[in-house]
């Protein structure tokens, strides 16, 4: 990956040239063919993603606890494409914390990761650098907690209407 398309990666807003060619090596490529799982709903993982190369669907199970088809009760919350370089699974860097959604190969993709022990690595030798990451981090996933709650609010108001009938 070059230095031109780090500076383009949101979560790594703040970064000097120096800070991210000492990111490179620590960030790894890894593809997947349309229709495969790029990360499992309540797995645990312990890598961020970027996408580079394609379309992801991140999809979430709605029904729980009974015996139907995945596929038939997963919701698309999103479609990801890589002209925007976007993240997901930050958690994977925060922690050990299962995955809030499936995402899922719309075609043959290309990514990188970054694992929790690369960027533990880079962050010792790269603090403040390792800062603007976290920071831009607990952003994305503000912002992405607000749309949830927005959306859980639609879902509220959709069910009290329709108990209401």
């Known amino acids: 990956m070059k230095i031109e398309t780090l500076k383009k990666i949101r979560i790594f807003d ?3 040239e120096d800070e991210l060619s000492s990111l490179m090596p620590y960030l790894k490529v890894v593809n997947f063919v349309k229709g495969s799982y790029v990360l499992k709903e309540e797995t645990k993982g312990e890598q961020t993603f970027i996408l580079v190369k394609g379309k992801v669907r991140v999809t979430k199970d709605l029904v729980k606890g009974f015996d139907e088809d995945i596929a038939s009760t997963q919701k698309v919350l999103a479609t990801l494409s890589a002209d925007l370089l976007p993240t997901f699974g930050e958690n994977g860097i925060l922690g050990q914390a299962p995955r809030n959604a499936n995402v899922i190969a719309s075609v043959d993709c290309q ?12 962050a010792q030798e ?9 920071k831009n981090i607990a952003q994305v996933l503000s912002e992405r ?3 949830t709650d927005e959306n859980l609010v639609k879902l509220a108001t959709a069910l009290y209407i329709a108990v209401q009938n």
């Open 14 to 16: 703040g970064l000097g």
């Open 111 to 122: 990514l990188y990761t970054l694992s929790k022990q690369d960027f533990d690595r880079f």
């Open 126 to 134: 790269n603090h403040k650098a390792a800062y603007y990451i976290m």
């Open 145 to 147: 907690l607000n749309t």
